[in-house]
């Protein structure tokens, strides 16, 4: 239940159990179902209470759904009594921008959010970063997977970064420290149920 | 990708579209994996967004974990800018009833729990129940599971019910309108390394 547990296996890497405690996490949220993007912005939280700066980066256009997840990680960062959250959306323009939301060019976009996220991963702007539907701009080849795989591996610091969105690349996999599949067992809409303000947004 | 489909089927309930969006949902988070009791939580972003008052059952005893998803969301229920947020933790003796944690009967515990949660949905005192970890108790018999489902099928008015835990009981299942498996792809204990701060608590 706790997750207190023993590791399975205590590796021959040299670095003691506090080292290899303290290594920055990539963790990535994949699968079909619901609850990535909602379990990312769950450890969002355990970050904010330990005062650690955040950056969210949106990578897909969404008006609406994730307005309750932003609304209160934006209270709790102006609350002073956690980390910094800072928010980023590609379908409003990007925040560093400053452009409105009318540029289709969605590739160009996605590109130009992962630029950002390079430039702030290089200059560990943030401690925990979540780069929501990050893996649909891989899928459509906007975004270079090997680039996002070496960069994430050369990160320097403690900066631990999330990713969410289907259909994870096996090189994103493979390059991540811990990977958890979202997987449908029942949902209303099998049933005819349409998604509900506060459930799905 | 945002899951603003259509639904798979309409089913011949005799309901509205609006009607059917707007039942009360019992939502069920088990699997092996990580990620049940986070997204719940982040599921409560939403729904303190909505204002909605939230109460939180946390059914295991835990000092540690999950103390930043706990300050986060009290936090948030203090900044009177949503809903409320009443925390009860069984590891500390129910807050309804005033005791120290020193009560190592936890079958006992875990059946009062269960009958405030019961209480509450009679009088409608949540719009929105995370009843984390809730799975074992009814695994290891100590709340009856069809006592459970019964109580859940008949609740009043609009009351969303989040339950999380592995082996998730197939009654409850039957019973829930979501179910969502959160399944281990990777994990750094398998590695050797332990949990850390900001990541699992």
């Known amino acids: ?11 021959e890497d040299g670095l003691t ?8 996490l990539l963790v990535v949220h994949t699968g079909e179902m619901k609850g990535k993007s909602t379990a990312a912005f769950g450890l969002a939280l355990r970050a904010w209470n330990q005062g650690w700066p955040i950056g969210v980066f ?4 969404s008006a609406k759904w994730k307005v309750g997840e932003e609304t209160a990680l934006r209270t709790l960062g102006e ?21 409105s939301g009318t540029d289709d060019d969605h590739a160009a976009n996605a590109q130009e959010g992962w630029a950002q996220v ?12 979540v780069l929501d539907e990050f893996t649909y701009p891989m899928k459509w080849g906007w975004v270079d997977i090997d680039d996002v795989v070496q ?9 631990h970064v999330v990713i969410t969105g289907r259909d994870a690349d096996p090189r994103l996999v493979e390059a991540a420290d811990l990977v958890v599949q979202m997987t449908k067992v029942k949902h209303p809409m099998d049933q005819g149920q349409k998604g509900q303000r506060g459930i799905e947004w």
């Open 1 to 11: 239940m706790a997750p207190q547990g023993q590791p399975a296996a205590v590796p």
């Open 17 to 24: 159990t506090r080292q290899r405690r303290n290594r920055p």
């Open 58 to 61: 949106q990578f897909v256009k």
């Open 79 to 99: 609350s002073g009594a956690g980390g910094t959250v800072t928010w980023h959306k590609m379908g409003e323009g990007w925040s560093w921008t400053r452009k």
């Open 118 to 129: 390079q430039r702030d991963l290089t200059t560990e702007t943030y401690r925990f970063y």
């Open 151 to 159: 960069t994430l591996r050369d990160r320097p610091g403690h900066q």
